[in-house]
């Protein structure tokens, strides 16, 4: 089997994302949506695991139900620094 190095972290906080955009009042443009990325990676640890592929979807369920909270107030704050601050590239006719 394949071995493959990932931060699931990042996975994790594209999920939670996903589900939580519809109910946080920001810019939702790609722009914004990869800044806040980035923001809440930033606050999140890396969480590195070499592992094949079918092995990290149980891994990655378990991470994302022990993060949740966390991560959770880490998105809103995301949100809330991407509209205070947003990014010159971005394009608000994009979103909705
Ligand atoms: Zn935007």
Known sequence: MEKI????METIVE????????????????QCQMDM???VLNKMPAKYVVSTKGELISRVDS????NATDLTAAI?????IVSQNPNPHHEPDSQK
Do not use: F, G, T, W
């Open 63 to 66: 991470l994302y139900r022990q």
């Open 37 to 39: 990325r980035a923001i």
């Open 5 to 8: 190095l990932k931060n699931m």
């Open 76 to 80: 809103v704050q995301a949100a809330e």
């Open 15 to 30: 999920q939670r994302m996903q589900d939580m955009l519809p109910s946080l009042d920001c810019c939702k443009c790609e």
